[in-house]
């Protein structure tokens, strides 16, 4: 029996299957064989539709290609090609500028203080962008994580104090650039771009800086990919607070527990742990990252890596071994 493409998929990947012979896609199966997530099932079925063999991960409860963590890294690369022309060229990007700027706060209480006013600049910008471009906004649950934790800030600034920074908590304090936080996310490329263009035209007229690091147009091992905006903001009392605000594709980051971003951190959280293979870890979250790239590439772009994944046909954009 093969799991059949319907309008349920999110609903039977709730399911925790513990059959092997459901999903034959599956070659090779370790002990206590189960998919936790939505991200695994559809990662399944992006094998199945495309005729990809996979093995079952024990360690990690999740898949990868039999071929390797080489063979998802290339899909998936080639799979953000056209992803990455419908976002176009974003500037500006992070350069020596940008790596000066500075908290006006000097230390934790202070940085919390000026995050918390600053969170609700952060959050008009943040909205006001998603509306454009038919996205939402995430903050977390009941907007928990619109500004850093007071004992999670104090403890990144110690590591932070201790490494690189000559001991000085003050100048740790100054560089941190996370304490105010934002996602949102869009139904495609083009809704995001035009999200983008808005959110750079507030900032413009609030007289605020931003640089952006677009991660669609490099490869990283364990997959990941999005739009990270680094923003020089300005509390209603005039303090400068760096914060984040990052840039997704609904099918990367929904806000939800089973999404591709948060399964994928899952992964790696227990690589740090345990001393579980590290790139076992990476090809299973290739291989996720690519799934859901497929599926943002078959929806609004146009091409060859959309039709190959419209008609089940990925490995063609990938050259025969020579």
């Known amino acids: 029996m093969s799991i059949q493409p319907t309008q349920k998929r999110d609903e039977q990947a709730l399911v925790l299957y513990r059959e092997p012979s459901l999903i034959p896609v599956i070659e090779e199966f370790g002990d206590n064989f189960e998919i ?31 071929k390797g963590g080489e063979f998802s890294e290339e899909i998936r690369f080639k799979l953000m090609g056209p992803i990455a022309r419908e976002i176009g060229n974003l500037i500006p990007i992070e350069g020596e500028a940008s790596s000066l700027w500075r908290n006006s706060a000097r230390t934790v209480d202070g940085l919390v203080t000026h995050s918390k ?23 977390g649950p009941k907007e928990k994580y619109i500004t850093k934790d007071p ?73 990941y990919t999005g739009i990270h905006a680094k923003l020089l903001l300005k509390t209603p009392k005039g303090a400068n607070v760096i914060g984040e605000l990052q840039f997704h594709l609904k099918d990367l980051y929904d806000g939800s527990a089973g999404m591709v971003k948060q399964r994928a951190h899952k992964i790696y959280e227990q690589i740090r742990s345990s001393d579980k ?4 870890a990476e090809a299973a979250s290739n291989f996720m990252y690519a799934a859901a790239i497929g599926r943002a590439a078959a929806t609004g772009t146009c091409g060859k890596e959309a039709l190959a994944v419209a008609h089940g046909r990925v490995q063609d954009l990938i050259e025969p071994a020579k």
Do not use: H
């Open 36 to 66: 936790p997530t939505r991200a695994d099932f559809q990662a399944i079925y992006f094998a199945q539709d495309n005729g990809i063999k996979v093995k079952y991960l024990s360690e990690f409860r999740a898949i990868s290609p039999i």
């Open 117 to 139: 006013e600053a969170a609700p600049v952060l959050k008009e910008i943040a909205c006001a962008a998603a509306k454009e471009g038919d996205g939402v906004a995430d903050f």
């Open 151 to 223: 004992v999670s800030l104090a403890q990144k600034v110690q590591r932070k104090s201790s490494k690189g920074d000559g001991g000085s908590v003050e100048l740790a304090v100054r560089k941190i650039g996370d304490a105010v936080r934002g996602t949102v996310f869009f139904p495609s490329p083009q809704k995001m771009r035009m999200a983008i263009q808005k959110f750079q035209d507030l900032l413009a007229r609030k007289g605020m800086k931003v640089v952006f690091d677009n991660k669609w147009i490099v490869s990283r091992k364990d997959g």
């Open 277 to 280: 293979p590290q790139k076992e």
